[in-house]
């Protein structure tokens, strides 16, 4: 007997208003850092003049709409208003790593397998016979009984340790990763949003590495006259200071973070968009936003080399070309023996994830 499910009448043209509307107001979100009046304010705007919205699906539907699928939630306390829920920012960070890093689609899910063959964790097609020590959940039952079956018959069915196939195994390779993000008055300088591109790119990336690559570890550290950690949660709400670009205590506090981390494998993505203009002598911070200060470049230098002594690879996004920015980028690969890109907005998430897949396999040949 053939059976039918039926679910609620959706008028043709509704849900694609929705689902519209809903991927620019996940856009502007990112631009007014989880502000949801504003952002919903631009879409308004947005709306009179393309005419997204019909006669029978308005703003005010969709707004309905987001607060009964559970995308925004009422403020807390007594403000008025609404904020993000918990499932507005996994669909932003999946909507991203879609956007970034769509070509994902045709490759395999699972972690970065290495060349090492043995007793790993990660299991393959390949089947050879078993050796001492092979652990019995790897034994390909269907090959060995075949074997059994031609080496001594059928009648006389035996199992002998010749007649054991088990299945090939691989190590998968672990990578801790710091991403670094420059949160200085620069990256939104001279009219020019780089901290939106900057936030889109941390947040597919942090949605790749969690479910393409779980064993995996990332920790995100922002960066401007001081540098402290955040969640993966905080990515759209990230906001542009008053601050110098402190280099250096981005690095130190990235490097302690790894030191933590058993895992051998470990790297650094900057993601920046000019020079170090900042360091702390003591408790007082010094700063020149004039040219590259020789201070501030050996101090920046001197921990790429540590870095490099440390087996920690860094690689440098720079989202600037200015002449003299690029030579800092140099001396600072060159020192850390890292990698540097130096990129448009539009490119800046293919080169990372690029890179990364690149240094996954890389530090494990």
Not at 146 to 155: F, L, S, V, Y
Not at 209 to 228: E, M, Q, S
Not at 240 to 257: C, F, K, Q, R, W
Request: aromatic residues 10%; proline residues 4%.
């Amino acid at each position: 007997m053939i059976a039918w499910q039926f679910s609620e009448y959706t008028p043709k043209g509704e849900g694609s208003i929705f689902d519209q509307l809903l991927e620019l107001f996940q856009e502007l979100l990112i631009h007014t850092s989880g502000d949801v009046t504003e952002a919903l304010s631009w879409l308004t705007q947005l709306d009179k003049e393309y005419q997204i919205t019909s006669d029978d699906y308005g703003m005010g539907d969709f707004i309905q709409d987001l607060i009964d699928k559970g995308y925004i939630q009422p403020q807390d306390g007594q403000n008025p208003g609404f904020t993000p829920s918990a499932k507005m920012e996994i669909a932003m960070r999946q909507k991203a790593l879609e956007d970034i890093f769509g070509q994902l689609k045709k490759s395999k899910r699972g972690n970065h397998s290495t060349t090492y063959g043995g007793r790993g964790d990660e299991r393959a097609p390949e089947l050879r016979p078993y050796e001492f020590g092979d652990s019995l959940d790897k034994l390909a039952i269907s090959e060995t009984i075949k074997n059994a079956q031609i080496n001594n018959g059928i009648d006389e069915f035996q199992l002998t340790h010749q007649d054991l196939e088990v299945h090939e195994t691989f190590y998968q390779s672990q990578m801790s990763t710091v991403l670094m993000i420059d949160i200085s008055h620069s990256m939104i300088l001279y009219g020019e949003d780089r901290i939106t591109p900057a936030k889109k790119v941390a947040m597919a990336l942090s949605e790749l590495i969690t479910t393409r690559y779980p064993k995996d570890t990332l920790d995100i550290i922002v960066f401007g006259n001081d540098a402290w950690q955040i969640q993966i949660k905080d990515l759209p709400y990230l906001q542009v200071g008053p601050y110098h670009t402190n280099t250096v205590a981005g690095l130190e506090l990235a490097m302690d973070i790894l030191r933590r981390r058993r895992n051998p494998n470990k790297q650094i993505f900057m993601i920046t968009d000019g020079k170090p203009t900042c360091i702390k002598k003591g408790k007082k911070y010094y700063k020149n936003s004039f040219g590259i200060d020789r201070m501030i470049l050996n101090r920046t230098l001197n921990l790429a080399t540590k870095c490099r002594k440390l087996d920690v690879p860094i690689t440098t996004f720079m989202i600037a070309r200015d002449p003299y920015l690029v030579q800092f980028v140099q001396q600072f690969t060159q020192a850390n023996n890292g990698k540097a890109f130096y990129s448009s907005l539009k490119g800046l998430g293919e080169f990372i994830f690029m890179d990364y897949k690149n240094n996954k396999r890389k530090r494990h040949r």
